[in-house]
Each structure stands twice: as C-alpha cells, then as structure tokens.
C-alpha cells in the first residue's frame, strides 16, 4: 500500500510491506516491541507506531497525515498483521553472494550451540534473534548435492549483524518454527532422559 505525504508544499509518496517476505528481521522486531510496548496506550499510538517502522516516516511527519488516512492505514496494518506467514524452512539461504546453511543436523547440536541459544532466549528473543539466527544459520564450507556442511560453531558478533540486517522474514520465519518445535522435543527428550536415570539411582540404593 501507499501513501502520500505532504510536508513544505513538498508531496512524497511512501510505501508499506505488500508481504511478510518485505520484511527485515530488524523491521520485525521493532515491530513486535511495538505491538508488546506498555507505552502505546491506545490502537492509534500502536498504528503511529508501526507506521513508522514501515515507512521511515518521522512520527511528527505521521500526525501531519488526515485522519481519514490513518484509519485507512491502520486498517491496512491490521489486516496485514492477520495474515499468517510461510513458515517453509528454507535450508539455505544466500547474503551478499555467501551462502548459509541451516544446522544440518540439530538433533547432534553441541552443548555450547544450546546454551548459546538457552541464554539467549532467555534474555528475550526479540533481543537476540539474530544472534539465534546466526547460530542457526552458517557459511557453507563443503556442498555435495543437496548436502552440505556448515563451518564449526564459534560466537561470532559480525555474523549476528549480518543476521540482523538482510535476513528476511521469510528466511528466517520457517527456521524459528522448525527449531522452537525441535526445541521442545529435544527438551522433552531430556527431561525424560535425566527422569530414568534418577529411576536407575533408585533402583540401585534399594
């Protein structure tokens, strides 16, 4: 959808997302604080809100637009935030002519790939989805056909900023439900391995 803009006698037009895959992981994020934000005290603050981060539209320059318009806006914005994305897993995706590779094999992730993303979930993933991302995503460094191997896993801050932005939300999207549904399997998985073996203790002192 557009819109246009009247500031100085000046018209500009600007444009908002015709889909989820328009959006960058850091536009998304900002998006989601926003829609979760406790200072939005009304729909409309949330709108202004949203409005912005879409447009890169100055919220002074936003309040200059008819009201007529923001309702119109905002129903747009509504209707768009309904809509329920793609949630494929995309195995590789391709940034600034380097490809990356999707864990290959998450049911073997290392104890420190885990706790890497533990903490990270833990200190709020909207925070630190890029950092997710990052570990979940790395350069391709063998390919043989539809298999390939991705480079050992190391803390890596330029990586995360790579992530952060020019992943799309359609690159990224699918592989956070694919992990979160893992996630808790291999957590299921867990708990009922460390729950047999406090049986076995048991078993062992009786």
């Not at 994020?29 to 912005?52: C, G, H, N, P, Q």
């Not at 570990?135 to 790579?162: N, V």
Request: glycine share 4%.
């Amino acid at each position: 959808m557009e819109f246009t803009l009247l500031k100085s006698g000046v018209k500009s037009k600007h444009n908002l997302p015709k889909s989820w895959n328009d959006l960058s992981l850091k536009k998304y994020v900002k998006v989601m604080k926003a829609l979760e934000s406790k200072e939005s005290k009304t729909e409309l603050d949330k709108t202004v809100s949203i409005l912005k981060i879409f447009s890169n539209v100055p919220e002074e320059d936003i309040a200059r637009l008819p009201i007529k318009n923001i309702n119109q806006l905002g129903a747009y914005l509504s209707e768009f935030l309904m809509t329920i994305p793609n949630d494929e897993l995309k195995h590789i995706i391709k940034i600034k002519g380097i490809e990356y590779g999707f864990h290959p094999k998450l049911s073997a992730i290392s104890f420190g790939e885990w706790v890497d993303i533990d903490n990270y979930i833990k200190d709020g993933v909207h925070d630190n989805l890029h950092k997710i991302m990052a570990i979940l995503y790395r350069p391709i460094i063998a390919k043989s056909g539809e298999k390939y191997q991705i480079e050992p896993y190391e803390p890596c801050k330029d990586r995360d900023e790579i992530m952060l932005d020019n992943l799309k939300f359609g690159d990224f999207y699918g592989a956070s439900v694919f992990f979160s549904d893992l996630g808790n399997e291999l957590l299921t998985t867990t708990l009922k391995s460390s729950i047999n073996k406090l049986k076995e203790k048991k078993k062992d002192r009786t």
